[in-house]
C-alpha cells in the first residue's frame, strides 16, 4: 500500500510538472543542485583569468590609491588635501587634519578600505585589487536568485540568475575594480531586505544596515531611497509611523557618518564640500580646475547615446530576450527601480559602466518572463508547442541562449582578443580591460625586481610620500632583501592609467627611482653628464614605448645595445627594455 501511494504521488507531480524541464524537480535538493551549478557558473567566468586585461581605466585611481590608504594619485588639476596641507607644500610644519583619513576627497571610502585589505593579503597585483569585485559579483548572481523568488517564483529567481550568471555585462564589471561591482551588490542586498520589510517591518533595521554600506561605496546608492519611498508611500503608509524605518535610517546615518564628518570638515577648512557633492551644488573649487567624468554632453547627447551605449555592453540577444519581457512584467518594484533608474542615468550619463546598475534588474524581469509567460509566448508563435514535446523544444531552446550568453562573454571579457564582428559576436566592452601589452610589462619588472630593494631612491615633492617609501624600505630591509642600484627612465606614449599602476606603484610603494627620459635629460644638464654615476646608480632600465618615436638622445644611448622585447598576447611588440649593467 505505502508503495502505491508512492508512485501515485510521482505520478502527481509528473502530471503537474510546469511546462519548462527546469521546473521539474522532485525535492528542494534539485533546487539547490540548479542554484548550485548556476553560482559555479558565475564563479568561473568571473574568477578564471582576472588578472588578464589591462588596468587602463578608473579601476586604477581606486587600486592606487586603496593600496596604501592615501587619497593621492598624481593628478596635477585635481590635488587632495593632503597635498594641500603636506609640510613641503605649506612650506613649513602644517600637519595633515585627522580627518583626512575618513574619507577620500572624490568619493566614500569603503572600496578602497576593501581592496586595502585584499592587496594586504594578496600582493599588491592586478587579481587582489580585482578580487574582490568578482566575489561581490558572485554573491550578486545569489542575491538576483533570491529577489526573484521573494517577487515571482523558484524558477523564475533561478532563471534570472542563471542569465546574470553568464551576461556580458555583469562579467565585465565583475572582472574590474570599479566602485559599481560594489555598488550592484549593496543595492541588491538592501533591495531584498526591504522587499522583506515589506512583510516583515523587523528588516527595516538591517535595510538600513545594507543602506549605509551602499551610500559608504558610492553616492548613487542614494538612488534607492526615492524608490523605497515611493513604495512605502503607494503600498505601505503605515510604516512612516513605524519607529523602525527610522532605526534603520538612523543606522545608515551612522554608518555614513565618517563621509559627513569629512564634509563638514572640509567645508570649515576651504568653504566647500568634496568633489562630487560640490559639483552637484555648484561650488567653487579652485583646487579643482578639472572635472574628469563629468563632460556628459547635453541631456539630448544622453539620450541619444543611451540605447547605443546599452548595445555597446550587452549581448544583442540579452536585449532581445529583455524586449520582449517588458510586455510580461507586472511588477510596481521593478518598474520603480527602472524608473528612477533611468533617470540618474539620464543626470549622470549613461556610460558604460553606469549602465551596469541596470543589468540584475533585466535578469530579473527576463527571468519572470520566462517563467511560463515567455516560452507560452513563443509557443503561441508556433516556435514551440505546448503539449508534452514542448518541454524538450523550451528547455533546448534556453540551453541554446544560455551557451550563446555563455560564448559572447568569455569571448569578450576572458578571450585575450574576441573573433567575430560587433556586436553580433564581439562588444566594444572589451577595451574598458583590453589586453595591450601593459601586464606583460609590468609581468617583466617584477620578475627583475624580485628579491631586491632599491639601494637609491629619490626625494618626493611631498613628506607623506617621503614617510610611505619609508616604511617600504623598512620592510624589505627586514625581509633581508639585496640592495639593487638601479634606475629607470621611461620614453613614449604610455596611457596615464597604467604608468600609475605600473611605474608610480613601483617608485612611490616600493621606492624604485624611476623618470621620464626628459627629466633624465634635464638633470644630465642641469648637474653634469656625470650625475647619475656620481649619485651611485650602475644599472639602469631604458624603456621605450614601441609605439613611439624616441628623439636623438634616447637612440645614442640605446643604439649598440640589444633591447629585451615585450609583447602582448598577440604577439606584437608593445615596449623594448634596454638593460645596462655596472654602466
Known amino acids: 500500500m505505502p508503495e502505491r501511494r508512492y508512485r501515485a504521488e510521482n505520478q502527481n507531480i509528473n502530471k503537474d510538472c510546469h511546462p519548462n524541464p527546469f521546473h521539474c524537480y522532485n525535492s528542494n535538493q534539485m533546487k539547490r543542485y540548479w542554484l548550485f551549478a548556476i553560482l559555479l557558473l558565475a564563479a568561473a567566468l568571473r574568477l578564471y583569468g582576472l588578472d588578464r586585461g589591462d588596468t587602463v581605466n578608473d579601476e586604477v585611481f581606486y587600486a592606487f590609491r586603496g593600496l596604501g590608504w592615501i587619497d593621492y594619485d598624481r593628478a596635477e588639476t585635481q590635488r587632495t588635501p593632503l597635498e594641500w596641507w603636506d609640510s613641503r607644500a605649506t612650506g613649513g610644519q602644517t600637519s595633515i587634519p585627522w580627518w583626512t583619513k575618513l574619507s577620500f576627497h572624490d568619493h566614500p571610502p569603503l572600496v578602497f578600505a576593501v581592496q586595502n585589505v585584499f592587496m594586504r593579503i594578496f600582493g599588491d597585483s592586478t587579481f587582489a585589487e580585482r578580487l574582490p569585485s568578482a566575489l561581490l559579483g558572485i554573491a550578486t548572481v545569489y542575491l538576483v536568485y533570491l529577489i526573484g523568488l521573494l517577487l515571482f517564483s523558484e524558477f523564475a529567481g533561478l532563471a534570472a540568475a542563471a542569465f546574470l550568471a553568464v551576461t556580458l555585462n555583469n562579467i565585465y564589471i565583475s572582472r574590474v575594480g570599479m566602485q559599481e561591482a560594489y555598488v550592484i551588490f549593496f543595492m541588491l542586498s538592501a533591495s531584498y531586505l526591504f522587499l522583506k520589510a515589506v512583510k516583515n517591518d523587523n528588516y527595516l533595521i538591517w535595510t538600513g544596515v545594507a543602506l549605509g554600506f551602499g551610500f559608504l561605496t558610492k553616492y548613487n546608492a542614494f538612488i534607492l531611497v526615492p524608490i523605497f519611498l515611493v513604495y512605502l508611500a503607494i503600498y505601505k503608509r503605515d510604516y512612516f509611523l513605524n519607529k523602525k524605518l527610522w532605526l534603520g535610517a538612523l543606522i545608515a546615518f551612522l554608518i555614513f557618518s565618517p563621509v559627513i564628518i569629512y564634509n563638514i570638515m572640509m567645508y570649515r577648512a576651504v568653504g ?312
Do not use: C
Open 272 to 583: 566647500h564640500f568634496d568633489f562630487q557633492i560640490s559639483y552637484v551644488l555648484g561650488q567653487d573649487r579652485p583646487e579643482w580646475p578639472s572635472q574628469p567624468g563629468k563632460e556628459i554632453g547635453t541631456l539630448a547627447d544622453r539620450l541619444k547615446n543611451f540605447i547605443p551605449r546599452l548595445i555597446a555592453t550587452n549581448s544583442w540577444m540579452f536585449l532581445g530576450l529583455f524586449a520582449v519581457s517588458l510586455i510580461f512584467l507586472r511588477n510596481s518594484f521593478l518598474f520603480l527601480t527602472f524608473g528612477f533608474l533611468v533617470l540618474l542615468l539620464m543626470l549622470i550619463g549613461p556610460s558604460y559602466r553606469f549602465l551596469t546598475m541596470l543589468t540584475p534588474w533585466m535578469a530579473l524581469s527576463v527571468g519572470r518572463a520566462a517563467d511560463h509567460r515567455l516560452f507560452a509566448f513563443l509557443a503561441w508563435l508556433g516556435v514551440a508547442q505546448r503539449q508534452t514535446r514542448s518541454k524538450a523544444i523550451l528547455g533546448g531552446l534556453m540551453f541554446a541562449i544560455l551557451l550563446f550568453e555563455f560564448f559572447y562573454s568569455y569571448n569578450n571579457q576572458i578571450a585575450y582578443y574576441p573573433k567575430g564582428s560587433q556586436p553580433w559576436l564581439s562588444s566594444k566592452v572589451r577595451y574598458e580591460n583590453y589586453n595591450w601589452g601593459y601586464n606583460e610589462l609590468e609581468d617583466y619588472l617584477n620578475k627583475e625586481f624580485l628579491s631586491k630593494m632599491p639601494a637609491l631612491t629619490f626625494v618626493n615633492r611631498y613628506q607623506f610620500l617621503d614617510d610611505l617609501q619609508d616604511r617600504a624600505l623598512k620592510k624589505a630591509r627586514a625581509k633581508k632583501l639585496e640592495p639593487y642600484p638601479a634606475l629607470l627612465v621611461y620614453y613614449g606614449n604610455i596611457d596615464e592609467g597604467p604608468k600609475l599602476w605600473i611605474l608610480e606603484k613601483l617608485h612611490i610603494y616600493h621606492g624604485w627611482p624611476i623618470i621620464a627620459f626628459d627629466t633624465y635629460e634635464q638633470f644630465l644638464l642641469d648637474e653634469g653628464r656625470d650625475y647619475y654615476k656620481k649619485s651611485g646608480f650602475k644599472d639602469y632600465y631604458f624603456i621605450e614605448a614601441a609605439n613611439s618615436v624616441a628623439p636623438p638622445e634616447f637612440r645614442k644611448i640605446i643604439e649598440k645595445t640589444e633591447p629585451v622585447l615585450i609583447k602582448n598576447p598577440r604577439g606584437d611588440i608593445v615596449f623594448k627594455v634596454y638593460k645596462f649593467e655596472n654602466w
